[in-house]
């Protein structure tokens, strides 16, 4: 049987929620939602981190980001680990990427991975525009490019355009990952003007429940509360522009594909490497350890040759699982372990089972505070508050199913939420009870507090809306956490036994320790 071809296309920061084959209904994205229409959408995806880097270097490998310590915006696969684009150029594929998008390759991996990449014709357009204001700058809103110069993914198009009126006439892979929507958010028009500000409905309320440390921090460090209603209109009505701009970049990659005579043996997959706040919670961009369903949900699209068409999938599916389904395709075996499952089965029928529970993991412990991040303007206060309150961006696991999701934190309350049909958010509506987090300064590990439970009791004590029980204290060898029933879903995830800790969490969730609140 002739091997395919495969077209992969990664957005940076793309909600799920935000194309019409997701159920956007305000939403232009015709050419995206024909892909989706032709193949199998999986509307139960996860990426297995929240930050760009490390979620590369998970879905490039098959492995959890703890697996090769890669949970960094700094430690990029290296020359001595494998990779998808490198296994394929490997087994005979000609393998090409499309402009300079990074974030996955320490120096020299690219070089290995792949036959040429780059851009045919370069970026012309400057990353140093303006904000308007600071109140903006922190909203991470530049507004309207007045100029027609070509920036990255722009540049990246093109390169794609080209080099697919000419493919090579061995199997190729064209990889391109793209910058859009990530921020700062800025389009120029069409795109910029294609919203009714007014029809853009709010974002999801901050609410006054118990929420994790960091979206406090984010709000008061970044001074959103100066935002207005119609400002966060204003910034999902660019972000829904620059999403609109991407689906036009997507139909032209597709539209040389089917020019050149290659569509007919090509397998596309479109998804992105995480989401965006975009106003939910009174929050912006993303952060180490979110795991809130608006950042964690993947838009991920299968759609081509010998493959079923107009079907969606509402299994649990992990990002890793990327990589096992591409080589079966190709026919071929990754040469080394790896934790994701080939999607085929599904494929062929997407009733079928495929995971029970999806994982995401993130954060770090206070101790690692030296390498966590620092950016420049405007991302400056996002590391200062790291180095400031480090147990802000504690270690966190998410994992969920198709009803529930329970997410272990470090270093403050576990959280536990039961999802509603068409919201794309979890209903953070079960908590156990607890003081906040103590703020601490980088040189003092914070001891979780004995009243706080990570796993309700079989008979919790009901406090208000919600339950709480006492667990044992014991330090670990750094005295960062406390023991007890809830300390295992950091030790089963961290030697990789997700069934274990999947089983743990969501039945301790459904006996009932945990009170709905009215």
């Not at 597709?254 to 998804?271: I, L, P």
């Not at 954060?363 to 505070?369: A, I, L, N, Q």
């Not at 079989?458 to 204290?473: K, N, Q």
């Not at 809830?486 to 320790?513: E, P």
Request: net charge neutral; hydrophobic share 35%.
């Amino acid at each position: 049987m002739t091997r395919p071809n495969f077209i992969i296309i990664i957005p940076d920061q793309l909600c799920a929620d935000a194309l019409g084959c997701f159920g956007n209904p305000l939403v232009q994205t015709p050419n995206i939602d024909e892909l989706a229409a032709a193949g199998t959408v999986f509307t139960e995806a996860y990426v297995q981190h929240p930050v760009c880097s490390p979620s590369r270097a998970s879905f490039l490998t098959g492995r959890y980001p703890h697996v090769r310590g890669h949970r960094t915006l700094t430690h990029l696969l290296r020359a001595d680990e494998p990779n998808l684009l490198r296994i394929l150029k490997d087994s005979g594929y000609h393998v090409t990427w499309a402009g300079a998008r990074g974030d996955a390759f320490a120096e020299g991996v690219t070089e290995l991975s792949v036959h040429e990449y780059g851009f045919d014709e370069p970026p012309t357009r400057s990353r140093n525009r303006e904000f308007p204001s600071d109140t903006w700058a922190r909203a991470f809103y530049r507004g309207r490019v007045d100029d027609r110069s070509v920036d990255d993914d722009e540049a990246a198009v093109r390169t794609a355009e080209r080099w697919l009126a000419h493919p090579p006439d061995q199997p190729w892979v064209l990889f391109v990952p793209l910058i859009a929507p990530h921020c700062p958010f800025e389009v120029e028009d069409p795109w910029f003007s294609m919203y009714d500000r007014t029809s853009i409905p709010p974002p999801v309320s901050a609410g006054d429940g118990r929420q994790a440390a960091f979206k406090q921090a984010i709000r008061d460090t970044y001074g959103l509360d100066r935002m207005t209603p119609e400002m966060w209109r204003e910034v999902s009505a660019v972000y829904y522009g620059m999403v609109s701009r991407l689906d036009s970049h997507v139909g032209r990659i597709m539209s040389s594909a089917r020019q050149a005579g290659s569509a007919g043996r090509t397998v596309t997959f479109f998804f992105s490497d995480h989401g965006e706040y975009l106003g939910d919670f009174g929050l912006i961009e993303k952060w180490p350890s979110a795991m809130d369903r608006c950042i964690t949900r993947d838009p991920l699209i299968i759609s081509g040759v010998r493959l079923p068409g107009g079907q969606r999938c509402d299994a649990m599916v992990e990002l890793i699982d990327v990589v096992p389904t591409v080589v079966a395709l190709a026919g071929i075996q990754a040469p080394y372990h790896h934790f994701g499952r080939s999607l085929l089965a599904v494929l062929d029928d997407p009733r079928r089972g495929h995971r029970e529970y999806a994982f995401t993991e993130g954060g770090f412990s206070v101790w690692e505070e030296p390498r966590m991040e620092r950016g420049p303007f405007p991302y400056d206060l996002k590391g200062e508050i790291q180095h400031r309150e480090p147990a802000c961006v504690g270690r966190a696991v998410a994992v969920r199913d198709r009803r529930w999701t329970y997410i272990w934190r470090l270093y403050e309350p576990a959280e536990a939420a039961l999802r509603r049909a068409g919201r794309h958010i979890d209903d953070a509506v079960l908590a156990p009870s607890g003081p906040p987090i103590t703020k601490t300064s980088t040189s003092t590990a914070p001891t979780p507090s004995t009243s706080t439970a990570s796993w309700p009791s079989s008979t919790p004590t009901a406090i208000g809306r919600y339950a709480s029980s006492p667990r044992r204290s014991r330090p670990d060898e750094r005295g960062l956490r406390s023991a007890g029933p809830g300390d295992r879903i950091w030790r089963m995830a961290t030697y990789g036994d997700d069934s274990a800790v999947a089983r743990h969490a969501i039945s301790a969730v459904r006996r009932g320790g945990w009170r709905v609140g009215a």
